[in-house]
């Protein structure tokens, strides 16, 4: 058990455990979810009992006077439970989860959760539908936390009163397949995803609705993501709608610094720490798109990818760039070998599933 868990007092009340969730392999994300979830209400004044309860996902109710349907109260954390190679169940990083989810409520003036108290739940909550994480290779059990406003009131401001709830869904490969898809990438000056001394580093639902309609204009090329630049300049990269960026030059693993735009994302922190031992130099840098394309260019940056819980390591293979909306689109296409990337991917899905031992506290087992 990690040890800031061990003091939270947390009171879980179970309901009569359902079968395990059936799938076939490689779901469509975040489609499949385990028959159950994790609710706790909360109060913003502190006088948290922290008393939760399992139950089925399906009696779930809801209402459409809740706040958070009106103002945007609601923040949430994206993690992975695997399937250890000694058959236990380990959750990543969970204590980062925690640190990000407790940081974000503060951005948006919600009720506390403590670390402790989070991590208890995750902790608790993997255990019980620990027979949901599947054992096929490239597959976890998507876990998301979630953190919403339940007032019933239509006037701006904060909430009072919230509810954490815990859900989880069966993941396989993000794109649909076990083998990583080389993603091409839309890329539009025009496009903002987060401004200084805004919400991007904030894990809430305002920072992805901001990219549901630049990621749809993306689909319509045939892309598979945006990658945001920034909204002063228009060329410094941020991140892309779900996913932090980085590029290989060399022996230099390059990502952008955080700048208070961009989700300081677990998986982006985890790589930069395992790429020492790999033979990388980690460096957090600013970085211009118009440098990135010359560097391509001229073969100097020969691999870029993305990175996130979900999709885990994901190489680029293309970006289709444009000034405007209205500019002819330009292909920048990168070589088709990306061995930097691969290894990283490979060396993490070892920690995750046990096959590598974990630094530290990487692995919450349950």
């Not at 490689?26 to 399992?54: C, K, Q, S, W, Y």
């Not at 490239?138 to 401001?157: E, F, N, Q, T, W």
Request: charged residues 20%; aromatic residues 8%; neutral net charge.
């Amino acid at each position: 058990m990690n040890a800031i868990t061990k003091n939270a007092t947390v009171k879980i009340k179970r309901c009569e455990k359902l079968p395990p969730v059936h799938f076939t392999p490689h779901p469509l994300f975040g489609a499949v979810f385990a028959p159950h979830i994790l609710r706790m209400n909360l109060h913003l004044d502190g006088t948290n009992d922290f008393n939760a309860e399992i139950k089925p996902l399906e009696d779930e109710p809801f209402s459409p006077t809740s706040s958070v349907l009106h103002y945007g109260q609601s923040i949430f954390e994206g993690m992975k439970a695997f399937r250890q190679k000694d058959g236990r169940v380990g959750v990543f990083r969970a204590d980062k989860h925690a640190t990000r989810f407790r940081n974000s409520a503060r951005r948006m003036v919600m009720a506390d959760v403590p670390e402790d108290v989070f991590l208890k739940c995750i902790q608790e909550y993997t255990a019980f539908v620990a027979d949901n994480v599947p054992s096929e290779p490239d597959h976890s059990l998507y876990l998301r936390p979630l953190l919403i406003a339940a007032d019933h009131k239509i006037k701006v401001g904060a909430a009072q009163s919230y509810i954490f709830y815990i859900m989880s869904s069966i993941a396989g490969g993000y794109f649909g397949g076990a083998k990583p898809k080389r993603a091409r990438v839309m890329v539009n000056r025009q496009f903002v995803r987060a401004y200084p001394g805004g919400l991007g580093e904030a894990k809430t639902a305002a920072n992805y609705a901001a990219s549901i309609w630049p990621q749809r204009l993306a689909a319509q090329r045939e892309c598979d993501q945006v990658l945001y630049l920034d909204a002063l300049h228009h060329d410094f990269i941020d991140e892309l709608g779900g996913m932090n960026f980085f590029a290989v030059r060399g022996k230099e693993l390059l990502t952008p610094v955080l700048n208070g735009c961009i989700l300081d994302g677990v998986t982006r922190r985890s790589l930069l720490e395992v790429a020492p031992a790999l033979g990388l130099k980690p460096v957090e840098t600013q970085l211009s798109f118009t440098d990135l394309r010359k560097q391509i260019q001229t073969g100097k940056i020969t691999e870029t990818f993305a990175c996130g819980t979900a999709a885990v390591v994901s190489p680029i293979g293309e970006f289709l760039f444009q000034d405007t909306l209205e500019a002819q689109p330009e292909l920048i296409s990168l070589p088709e070998q990306n061995p930097a990337t691969q290894q990283l991917l490979s060396h993490l899905k070892g920690i995750q599933h046990g096959e590598i031992k974990a630094p530290g506290n990487w692995i919450l087992h349950v």
